[in-house]
């Protein structure tokens, strides 16, 4: 299956004005960052900027030199072509990718009211690079696989997975390594997938059970047409177009995708990690799904197209979540793992080669053997076959006889009282 990162072409946004107007003193950047405003971000702050979390971005990499990222706290590769702490880009189409995600999840902006700012722009960010596509000869199952794993035993609150296999299946080592993360309580965030890079409905990982999967929607609230896709597993819609990114040589784009959107779900599942300490992943996604804005255009809820709803994280962070005691999407990874999969098939035992052969002593001869013809009786059949069958045969002839005399005198009897 082909893998693809759930984004679109990009354009260098516009630049801050030299001179800003008085009634716009804020950076362009931050202006153009509506999902601030109207997400309940901004809000959010006012309780956490998500301290004391890490969010793991398994992607193409996390620029080194832009000041954005002066969060990330660690890194590795698994394309085999990156670099050693996962900061270099992986690709020559998607090497900005990781970048872009990074920055909606935790930038730390250029100054204080400066420069790009993720969603959770006080947590700690792991880069994590792996190659998608002809970008890394290493099977791309085997590095997500290992990029997973690495990021649970590496401290991630939440893993960010921007990329699409356009299959709903997944391979049998995904089992294993999702199953890892959430047995270590660590929130995996997923990107829907794009109709407008051919997924025409929601592809692994975003159909692997206990996965939280993000949808897109435009600045009107309604699903994107372009920038997201459909399917049962959605869990929440965030904003997936006119998005902003900054790439890895520091330099400001504008791009779309689910993937940008799923970052977004990402900062807010570090917010509320950080707010409440206490809940495990579980509780964690209950109150992302719980406290989202109903979509004008859901039919139901959960709706196959936005899920429970638009990403409200003033509300995921603060409002009073009653607790859950199991997965509030469903069936869980192992569950599915369980009725799905074909069991793995016993060895048969196979013969030792170092057993010796057990002699078998020969029975002793018999006593006394009596050699006599087949058709002769024996004592056995003359007692229980011959002699009852006879004595059997008499008694009835015996009766018939009786029989046959009572019924003579009884005719004799009429005839004679007859002729009287």
């Known amino acids: 299956a082909s893998v693809a990162a759930d984004s679109e072409a990009s354009a260098p946004a516009p630049a801050a004005s030299a001179t800003p107007t008085p009634e716009s003193q804020a950076d362009v950047a931050r202006d153009a960052e509506y999902w601030l405003d109207e997400y309940g971000v901004r809000d959010a702050w006012q309780t956490t900027k998500g301290r004391g979390t890490t969010i793991a971005i398994i992607d193409t990499g996390i620029g080194r030199t832009p000041v954005e990222f002066s969060g990330v706290v660690g890194g590795a ?19 900005n990718h990781g970048s872009w995600v990074a920055s909606l999840a935790a930038s730390r902006g250029t100054g204080d009211d400066t420069g790009m700012i993720g969603v959770a722009p006080e947590a700690n960010l792991l880069a994590i ?12 199952v085997q590095q997500v696989a290992d990029a997973m794993r690495w990021a ?11 990329f699409t296999t356009n299959t709903l299946t997944w391979d049998t080592s995904w089992d294993s390594a999702f ?7 660590v929130v995996v965030v997923v990107a829907a997938g794009n109709k407008g890079s051919g997924t025409e409905e929601v592809g692994a990982p975003a159909t692997i059970p206990g996965v939280l999967t ?28 006119q998005l902003l990114g900054v790439s890895a040589d520091g330099q400001l784009v504008r791009w779309e995708g689910t993937s940008g959107a799923a970052p977004i779900v990402a900062g807010v599942v570090a917010l509320v990690r950080s707010a409440h300490p206490e809940l495990n992943a579980d509780n964690v996604i209950n109150r992302i799904i719980k406290t ?16 429970y709803g638009l990403i409200n994280a003033a509300g ?27 069991a793995e098939v016993a060895p048969l035992p196979q013969p030792s080669t170092s057993a010796t052969p057990v002699v078998v002593p020969e029975l002793p001869a018999a006593d006394h053997v009596v050699e006599r013809s087949p058709l002769l009786p024996s004592a056995d059949t003359l007692r229980y076959g011959t002699v009852p069958l006879v ?30």
């Open 391 to 420: 004595g059997g045969t008499l008694a009835a002839i015996l009766v018939a006889l009786g029989v046959t005399a009572a019924a003579r005198r009884i005719r004799s009897e009429r005839a004679r009282a007859s002729s009287r």
């Open 129 to 140: 690079s792996i190659g998608f596509g002809a970008a890394s000869s290493v099977p791309f």
């Open 77 to 95: 590769d698994f394309s085999g072509v990156g670099a050693a702490d996962g900061r270099k880009p992986v690709g020559a189409v998607d090497g």
């Open 214 to 241: 993000v949808a897109g929607v435009n600045r009107d609230e309604i699903a994107s047409e372009e920038a997201s896709t459909q399917g049962i597993t959605i869990g929440v819609s965030a904003p997936s177009e």
């Open 152 to 162: 649970v035993d590496h401290g991630a609150d939440v893993i960010n997975l921007s």
């Open 179 to 185: 199953q890892y993360a959430f047995d270590h309580d």
């Open 316 to 342: 995921a962070v603060s409002a009073s979540v009653a607790t859950v005691d199991k997965s509030p999407l469903g069936m869980t990874l192992a569950e599915w793992v369980r009725l799905y999969r074909r």
């Open 292 to 307: 989202a804005r109903p979509a004008a255009g859901a039919k139901k809820v959960p709706d196959a197209t936005y899920g």
